[in-house]
């Protein structure tokens, strides 16, 4: 018996791995958290399955259901929306799985954030621009550790991710501005992937006012950086003809020609 942590994906039901989706297909007890996973993704479980959205049940009550499909050597799909390593919740589960000697097996997913710069057709990283991707969230009821407090990590100007902040907007936007300024892009993405989706563009300085014209209080990505408007940054040098790399040798210059 095993406990499969599946990575459901951003919402679009087509955007979950084909093992996730086979062993949605195959476990008799299908275990999802049906406040961002959509039904359709655990409607292919198969007859008979035992279906749960663990939305209202807390950590015991999980535990409860693993527990009753460990005693009858049932497997589990416990489907996770996004990467199940991003503001899952999944640690502590499997905490308890190790104490109680459950097999556990984690199928990783697509992100939130990814599909949000996959619906604003951006890049998060750019040469010479921002080369490191920050994913973090603003202070809310779950306190940051001070090293990580917005401000401290402003301070990089790297591009933001920022998850589960989207009511927070007065404290990002006054966390970044000392450091990003207040002309630095940002975008909000509202349900990546889904049939709602919506996205809002602006600046720091702008940004705020746009978000509550669009009513927009639930299930936001914000993506944060000047990677999101440049149009003058560097090539790389993964297709740079005077690069030699593994897959390729760089074309002789004429320097290189030279007896
Ligand atoms: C509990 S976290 C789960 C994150 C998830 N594990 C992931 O990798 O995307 C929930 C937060 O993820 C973001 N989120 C999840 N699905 C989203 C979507 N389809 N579009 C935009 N943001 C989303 C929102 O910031 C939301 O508050």
Request: aromatic share 4%; proline share 6%.
């Amino acid at each position: 018996m095993r406990v499969y942590i599946i990575g459901a994906g951003p919402g679009d039901p087509k955007l979950i791995t084909v093992r996730g989706a086979e062993l949605i297909a195959r476990c008799p007890v299908v275990l999802y958290t049906g406040s961002l996973v959509p039904k359709e993704v655990v409607a292919s479980a198969r007859e008979g399955a035992k279906v749960l959205d663990s939305a209202g049940m807390t950590l015991d009550e999980i535990l409860a259901v693993i527990v009753e499909a460990r005693d009858a050597e049932h497997d589990v799909a416990r489907v996770h929306t996004g990467d199940p390593a991003i503001f899952g919740s999944t640690a502590e589960q499997m905490r308890r799985m190790q104490e109680l000697g459950i097999e556990y097996e984690i199928i990783p997913g697509v992100s939130s954030f990814s599909a949000a710069a996959a619906a604003l057709g951006k890049e998060l990283t750019l040469p010479e621009l921002s080369q490191t991707v920050i994913l973090t969230r603003a202070e809310g009821r779950t306190p940051m550790p001070d090293a990580e407090k917005l401000e401290e990590l402003a301070r990089h100007r790297a591009t933001l991710c920022l998850f589960l902040s989207i009511t927070l907007m007065k404290d990002v936007v006054e966390a970044l501005i000392p450091s990003y300024g207040g002309d630095c892009p940002v975008a909000v993405v509202h349900k990546a992937s889904c049939p709602g989706q919506q996205i809002v563009q602006g600046t720091l300085a702008d940004i705020r006012e746009k978000v509550k014209d669009a009513g927009i209080r639930t299930q936001s990505m914000i993506l944060v950086g000047h990677v999101l408007t440049s149009t003058d940054f560097a090539n790389s040098r993964l297709y740079d003809p005077e690069f030699s790399h593994r897959f390729r040798k760089a074309a002789k210059t004429p320097k290189d020609a030279t007896p």
